[in-house]
DNA sequence: TAGATTGTTAATCGATTAACAATC
DNA sequence: TAGATTGTTAATCGATTAACAATC
């Protein structure tokens, strides 16, 4: 059956997940799954996976479950991961160069292909043998490499300040790790990774545990 | 009015973006500030925030909107933030190490007491002069220190046993990097901080993007 | 007082789950 | 064939939003 709704944002967030549980798969040599089986292992239900992936076409079969191989491949293609994508990232703190040093990229659809900072002490130095670049050098790579997604490791500070710089580069995805929500314009994505955040939520219920509410 | 309803999960996790931004007003001066006025700064409604509030309690004024100071340290209650939560630290590659080195931890209600890898050769060495332990001492420390929260940056090899090894340690609540999706017992809380996950939702956007789909 | 904004209810919207015919 | 599991529909559940009386 032909599906034309368009998928909601949450369906698209659990993709990568069933991807990355179905390489884990192929690598354990299995072949075939179930919506059941790999429901089981990221603690989905089984009809959310045959749901999710209704909204994209139909890639199972009855009595049997799901090719592993195939079924990885059609979900790679839906996210665009057959392509490799170059990413840029700002900010060389702490965390900044622990990203820059992260060997997965390459494995995962991206490539590092700039750095930067704005403080000049750094501009010139290298992480990993990759070169720190100005800020001000943002938008020539980003033109010259047609970057589209850019990775934000700044103080609060000043993230807003880059992520305009980032859109006025042409940058149209942004995954920040500064602890602020910036605007964007609309067409241009800016996701949150926000450690501090979740340990707080979590506290909450620690907090709630400790004096004995459940 | 009074509230029965238990607050929902996703009501928690705003909770600290909440904190946050009233931590910034006050920073800037502000005093008060309508639902209105914090929503647009956080990209949420009005009518969430103030739903989301009245879970907990009745803090505004009519007419007037919310004293930021008071509000906040109401949220800072709620999130059991009166108090400072040990933490450990389980992984020590490079993402770990620029965890260690996180000068944050402590003015956000956090404190890291211990800082563990299994390597042999890592262990002894230090992080910003706190030594890394064997992951056989995690029992240990925590129940020494009271310690109910961890945050695991291992690899996913790795991380279902660490995450046994501090289950049975007495954690109760674990912020994982690692990228796989670990089974722990009722009433222990894991969260996943996932960077790739979360490029690879926004390259399913770009893509379609770039294909003139919208 | 008049204007503004809260807290709360009811309406809406959207996501998850259950169930089952289709079919491998 | 009999058993298993999909894809899809309808029912359920839960979260967001709109609206407004209460009130500062």
Redesign the pocket.
Known sequence: ?E?LDTP????IRRLPLYARSLRYLLQEGVHSV???ELGERINV????I??D??YFG?????????DVQKLLSHIEHILGLTQEWPIILVGTGHLGQAIARYEGFRSRGLRLVGLFDDDPAKVGQSVDSMLILSNEEISRVVQEQGVKLAIMAVPASCAQDVTDLLVAAGIRAILSYAPIIVQAPEGVWVRYIDPIAVLHSMTYYLARYESNLF
């Open positions: 059956m599906r909601p944002d949450v369906v179930s919506s059941q239900t089984a009809a959310q045959r749901k992936l209704s139909e890639f199972g079969k009855q009595g049997i479950g799901y």
